[in-house]
């Protein structure tokens, strides 16, 4: 048998390592291998791997992503996974030199995020509450399409939430967020009753699967049957498209995101603090939360054009006053 190539064994030490002292979640090392498998393969095409990989190849392989039609933010993505891939080489020992130190990430494009009107919203929630094969799955959706837009959390929170932390007719929920970073998020009184009625249903149910000998019960609020034990991202993804159709919306463009975007500009748009938003969304830094800034920009033009005295006054006049 064959020895893993020095690509192959140096990022899963990498993975293992900021697992371990970053608490990095699942997503986030996915999304490091998924990188540096492609930057890996590069490499090997060119007859080189990460041991003897220099700063050339590194721009080749930027070079080789934009020829690919990749977004900036992708490449701009992969170039950050390589740079830590790097330093964490040079620190530990396993070369010599840090290749990708100088080098600078391309500028990123400031796109605004895809958002819903609340009338959108409406029909999703609506949607939820009347679709569904039986009464347990519309009181499902209905919890998850309720939960998500109450507080704007990550899918992968919401379909992750422990049952624990519904128990009790809570006020607030606890979250772990990236990174393990915990945040208490409020729930709006609609949540809080599609709460209680999927609690219920998902309590008869479970009861009803452990006294047939069918499953444990489960430590999850939205549980499954799948490895991970409760509903899936791409499940809940599924679900969101579904709605979408129903609702009558296209469907191609709205997802889960956008639902969480949709929680973010709404309360913006109606007076929010931006740093309440922050902390609501548990975002780390607040220059990623500035982008929901467009939707403030607007309301103050409209403010401005509705309520300056001279913003109604007669053309005639302005023209006079010139």
């Given at each position: 048998m064959n020895a893993p190539s020095p690509s192959t064994l140096w990022i899963r030490r990498f993975l293992e390592a900021i697992a371990a002292e970053r608490n990095?979640?699942?997503?986030?090392?996915?999304?490091?291998?998924?990188?540096l498998a492609d930057?890996?393969?590069f490499l090997a095409g060119?007859?080189?791997?990460?041991?003897?990989?220099?700063?050339g190849d590194i721009e080749a392989f930027m070079q080789d992503l934009a020829l690919r039609g990749l977004a900036r933010s992708t490449s701009a993505r992969r170039l950050a996974a390589i740079r830590q891939f790097h330093r964490t080489a040079f620190l530990e020992g396993w070369r010599e030199d840090d290749p990708a130190a100088l080098l600078k990430s391309p500028r990123k494009e400031r796109r605004l995020p895809p958002s819903l009107s609340e009338a959108d919203v409406e029909r999703l929630l609506a949607a939820a509450r009347t679709s569904g094969a039986d009464m347990a799955t519309r009181l499902r959706n209905t919890c998850l399409m309720e939960l998500l837009y109450a507080t704007g959390l990550r899918v992968s929170e919401l379909v992750s939430l422990p049952v624990a932390a519904a128990r009790g007719d809570p006020r607030m929920i606890l979250v772990r967020g990236k990174g393990g970073r915990e945040r208490l998020v409020p729930l709006s009184a609609p949540a809080r009753e599609a709460l209680a009625a999927w609690l219920a249903c998902r309590d008869r149910n479970e009861e009803a699967r452990v006294a047939e000998g069918k499953a444990r019960p489960s430590a999850f609020l939205f549980p499954a049957r799948g490895r991970s034990g409760h509903l899936t991202r791409e499940g809940f993804f599924a679900i969101v498209k579904d709605l979408a159709r129903t609702a009558g919306l296209d469907a191609s463009t709205i997802s889960p995101h956008t639902l969480r975007h949709a929680f973010a500009t709404h309360l913006l748009a109606n007076g929010a603090d931006l740093r309440v938003i922050q902390t609501l969304l548990g975002h780390a830094s607040i220059a990623t939360t500035e982008i929901y800034t467009h939707v403030l920009d607007a309301r103050l033009r409209e403010l401005v054009l509705e309520k300056h005295p001279l913003a109604t006054a007669p053309a005639e006049t302005l023209e006079g006053s010139r």
């Amino acid at each position: 048998m064959n020895a893993p190539s020095p690509s192959t064994l140096w990022i899963r030490r990498f993975l293992e390592a900021i697992a371990a002292e970053r608490n990095a979640a699942q997503n986030t090392l996915a999304a490091y291998a998924r990188d540096l498998a492609d930057y890996a393969e590069f490499l090997a095409g060119r007859g080189r791997d990460v041991a003897g990989a220099d700063r050339g190849d590194i721009e080749a392989f930027m070079q080789d992503l934009a020829l690919r039609g990749l977004a900036r933010s992708t490449s701009a993505r992969r170039l950050a996974a390589i740079r830590q891939f790097h330093r964490t080489a040079f620190l530990e020992g396993w070369r010599e030199d840090d290749p990708a130190a100088l080098l600078k990430s391309p500028r990123k494009e400031r796109r605004l995020p895809p958002s819903l009107s609340e009338a959108d919203v409406e029909r999703l929630l609506a949607a939820a509450r009347t679709s569904g094969a039986d009464m347990a799955t519309r009181l499902r959706n209905t919890c998850l399409m309720e939960l998500l837009y109450a507080t704007g959390l990550r899918v992968s929170e919401l379909v992750s939430l422990p049952v624990a932390a519904a128990r009790g007719d809570p006020r607030m929920i606890l979250v772990r967020g990236k990174g393990g970073r915990e945040r208490l998020v409020p729930l709006s009184a609609p949540a809080r009753e599609a709460l209680a009625a999927w609690l219920a249903c998902r309590d008869r149910n479970e009861e009803a699967r452990v006294a047939e000998g069918k499953a444990r019960p489960s430590a999850f609020l939205f549980p499954a049957r799948g490895r991970s034990g409760h509903l899936t991202r791409e499940g809940f993804f599924a679900i969101v498209k579904d709605l979408a159709r129903t609702a009558g919306l296209d469907a191609s463009t709205i997802s889960p995101h956008t639902l969480r975007h949709a929680f973010a500009t709404h309360l913006l748009a109606n007076g929010a603090d931006l740093r309440v938003i922050q902390t609501l969304l548990g975002h780390a830094s607040i220059a990623t939360t500035e982008i929901y800034t467009h939707v403030l920009d607007a309301r103050l033009r409209e403010l401005v054009l509705e309520k300056h005295p001279l913003a109604t006054a007669p053309a005639e006049t302005l023209e006079g006053s010139r």
